[in-house]
């Protein structure tokens, strides 16, 4: 008698316990999902026209574009050539900028320094900057994914 | 009844009588009576976790007050922030006292949790109190990362990056902490609102009740004493905590407010430039002094220790310290048994030491330009 007892309140408690923890999982995860955010709605961009025109930029200098929704650097060599590549560091995301006098990509974060084919020289970064091509049409820059 | 109170003291009586008839309070009366404080030559430390309450009481205050004109949105809340500070009638001061009494309030709180560590008083039986007061010291971060980013300035904005990119080295899960904390792959407008939202509403609920169970379980166990005393052997004195100890407390509380308000007045908090996520980096860059330890350690970890990447390196390195913190009142086994245990002195010595140095040279280290 005692054994059944136990044994039904032992059920019932079971019961009881799966009873709420499914109902936890059941309300916790549409908030977690919730929590996820969408993917973004932007389509990919495979390449930009930036706003400056060929002529406007001198050499040993460099600019920051919009591609998408990430910034990009556009690179006048001093020798006159035009390079692209993503302006996010491979550091931890800050964005670079060109150095004029020391004629390299530079990022203020942390102290990276990348050379002008977009290599990872010094500091912290591990990897390259992702290369863009770049295509000059007459009077417009294009930038182009996939160098 | 019926006969109105004559004078003020009458009718704090009346009112009292009236609780009393209805409440039991006598539980509270005699925890009031007979709380006291033990003296000795290390009490000094105890005014500080009351320091920190006070100065959380203040964020408190400003916090709601600043609330009123602020607009989180990334195209408004530069301009909102800027409109407190120049056309709300003592906007500047109330912005101004939020941003240093925060920052007062980390240091008083590390002051705390440094000298609660060197007095050994986590040993048992107040390692939930320690506990508390970790997540709570937890907390204050999260607070001052996430309000950090709510002017939407640029300095804000990159230490946000930087930040929240910290939380993606974290090896399986990062990529979708990074996600959760940003509100989508980039920082962005999306970023602002859930750190809004985290900043006033997650965080203080949090707070309320995990300082609720702090302050309960210090009033229940009352102060510790450093076991160097205790193991003198003498008789320690004590002071009531009613008034002697809090006419003390006061007097802290009223320094840091003078402290406070000539910070604020003299050295207003700046704004800086608004955000512009198409600008690069600027240079001089640094996040909060608070996190300066770790940003400098970040710099001067190679990009590769071994197959690893550096700043994952450093990212579990943090994330170790802080655990081994978090657990200190379950690792130092011997403090536990009454016994000396310089190894954990030395520990702590360490870390101090290191956040110091690191601290000191992210401010004086030539950053490269």
């Given at each position: 008698m005692e054994t059944l007892a136990s044994s039904r309140r032992g059920f019932v408690n079971w019961l009881l316990g799966t009873g709420f923890g499914a109902m936890a999982v059941w309300m916790l995860y549409p908030v977690i999902r919730y929590l996820i955010?969408?993917?973004?709605?932007e389509p990919s961009v495979a390449n930009v026209t930036v706003?400056?025109?060929?002529?406007?930029i001198k050499a040993n200098s460099g600019r920051i574009f919009r591609f998408g929704s990430q910034p990009g650097i556009l690179v006048k060599t001093p020798a006159g050539e035009l390079r692209a590549f993503?302006?996010?560091?491979?550091?931890?995301?800050c964005t670079v900028q060109y150095r004029e006098e020391k004629q390299d990509i530079w990022c203020a974060c942390h102290n990276g320094v990348y050379d002008?084919?977009?290599?990872?020289?010094?500091?912290?970064?591990p990897r390259p900057l992702e290369p863009y091509k770049v295509y000059v049409k007459g009077d417009e820059i294009v930038v182009s994914k996939g160098a | 009844m019926g006969r109105l109170p004559g004078s003020w003291a009458e009718l704090v009586k009346a009112v009292d009588a009236w609780v009393e008839e209805r409440i039991d309070l006598t539980g509270i009366r005699d925890l009031i009576r007979h709380k006291v404080v033990p003296v000795h030559r290390?009490?000094?430390?105890?005014?500080f976790g009351g320091m920190t309450l006070f100065l959380f009481i203040i964020q408190v205050c400003t916090g709601i007050l600043l609330l009123l004109y602020?607009?989180?949105?990334?195209?408004?809340a530069f301009e909102s922030v800027q409109f407190i500070m120049t056309?709300?009638?003592?906007g500047w001061l109330i912005r101004s006292i939020h941003s240093w009494s925060a920052n007062l309030m980390i240091a008083t709180l590390m002051i705390h949790l440094f000298s609660v560590y060197f007095t050994r008083a986590y040993r048992k039986p107040r390692e939930l109190t320690w506990i508390s007061g970790m997540l709570l010291f937890g907390i204050a971060l999260t607070f001052g990362f996430s309000g950090y980013?709510?002017?939407?300035?640029t300095l804000a904005y990159f230490a946000t990056k930087v930040g929240t990119d910290v939380a993606g080295q974290?090896?399986?899960?990062g990529h979708l902490m990074t996600r959760i904390l940003r509100g989508g792959?980039?920082?962005t407008g999306a970023t602002l609102s859930r750190f809004y939202g985290i900043h006033v509403a997650v965080l203080p609920l949090l707070t309320t009740g995990i300082l609720s169970l702090h302050l309960f379980l210090v009033q229940k166990q009352g102060m510790s004493v450093p076991p160097e005393i205790e193991r003198d052997g003498r008789p320690i004195p004590t002071m009531p905590f009613v008034p002697d100890f809090l006419l003390r407390d006061l007097v802290g509380w009223l320094s840091a407010l003078a402290v406070l308000g000539a910070l604020a007045a003299y050295f207003p908090w700046e704004l800086g430039v608004k955000a512009d996520?198409?600008?690069?980096?600027?240079?001089g860059i640094r996040p909060e002094w608070y996190f300066m330890y770790m940003f400098q350690t970040l710099k001067y970890l190679?990009?590769?220790i071994g197959p690893i990447d550096g700043e994952v390196v450093g990212v579990l390195g943090f994330g170790l310290g802080g655990l081994f913190l978090f657990l200190v009142p379950f690792l130092d086994r011997k403090t536990a048994q009454g016994e000396k245990s310089p190894l954990f002195f030395w520990i702590g010595a360490g870390i101090v030491t290191y956040i110091v140095v690191l601290s000191v040279l992210g401010y004086v280290a030539p950053g490269g330009k």
């Amino acid at each position: 008698m005692e054994t059944l007892a136990s044994s039904r309140r032992g059920f019932v408690n079971w019961l009881l316990g799966t009873g709420f923890g499914a109902m936890a999982v059941w309300m916790l995860y549409p908030v977690i999902r919730y929590l996820i955010p969408p993917k973004s709605g932007e389509p990919s961009v495979a390449n930009v026209t930036v706003p400056w025109k060929p002529a406007e930029i001198k050499a040993n200098s460099g600019r920051i574009f919009r591609f998408g929704s990430q910034p990009g650097i556009l690179v006048k060599t001093p020798a006159g050539e035009l390079r692209a590549f993503t302006a996010v560091c491979t550091h931890l995301n800050c964005t670079v900028q060109y150095r004029e006098e020391k004629q390299d990509i530079w990022c203020a974060c942390h102290n990276g320094v990348y050379d002008l084919n977009g290599k990872n020289v010094s500091g912290p970064p591990p990897r390259p900057l992702e290369p863009y091509k770049v295509y000059v049409k007459g009077d417009e820059i294009v930038v182009s994914k996939g160098a | 009844m019926g006969r109105l109170p004559g004078s003020w003291a009458e009718l704090v009586k009346a009112v009292d009588a009236w609780v009393e008839e209805r409440i039991d309070l006598t539980g509270i009366r005699d925890l009031i009576r007979h709380k006291v404080v033990p003296v000795h030559r290390h009490s000094i430390w105890y005014y500080f976790g009351g320091m920190t309450l006070f100065l959380f009481i203040i964020q408190v205050c400003t916090g709601i007050l600043l609330l009123l004109y602020y607009r989180p949105s990334a195209e408004q809340a530069f301009e909102s922030v800027q409109f407190i500070m120049t056309e709300v009638q003592f906007g500047w001061l109330i912005r101004s006292i939020h941003s240093w009494s925060a920052n007062l309030m980390i240091a008083t709180l590390m002051i705390h949790l440094f000298s609660v560590y060197f007095t050994r008083a986590y040993r048992k039986p107040r390692e939930l109190t320690w506990i508390s007061g970790m997540l709570l010291f937890g907390i204050a971060l999260t607070f001052g990362f996430s309000g950090y980013l709510l002017p939407w300035n640029t300095l804000a904005y990159f230490a946000t990056k930087v930040g929240t990119d910290v939380a993606g080295q974290v090896p399986v899960v990062g990529h979708l902490m990074t996600r959760i904390l940003r509100g989508g792959e980039d920082v962005t407008g999306a970023t602002l609102s859930r750190f809004y939202g985290i900043h006033v509403a997650v965080l203080p609920l949090l707070t309320t009740g995990i300082l609720s169970l702090h302050l309960f379980l210090v009033q229940k166990q009352g102060m510790s004493v450093p076991p160097e005393i205790e193991r003198d052997g003498r008789p320690i004195p004590t002071m009531p905590f009613v008034p002697d100890f809090l006419l003390r407390d006061l007097v802290g509380w009223l320094s840091a407010l003078a402290v406070l308000g000539a910070l604020a007045a003299y050295f207003p908090w700046e704004l800086g430039v608004k955000a512009d996520p198409f600008a690069p980096a600027p240079a001089g860059i640094r996040p909060e002094w608070y996190f300066m330890y770790m940003f400098q350690t970040l710099k001067y970890l190679p990009s590769k220790i071994g197959p690893i990447d550096g700043e994952v390196v450093g990212v579990l390195g943090f994330g170790l310290g802080g655990l081994f913190l978090f657990l200190v009142p379950f690792l130092d086994r011997k403090t536990a048994q009454g016994e000396k245990s310089p190894l954990f002195f030395w520990i702590g010595a360490g870390i101090v030491t290191y956040i110091v140095v690191l601290s000191v040279l992210g401010y004086v280290a030539p950053g490269g330009k």
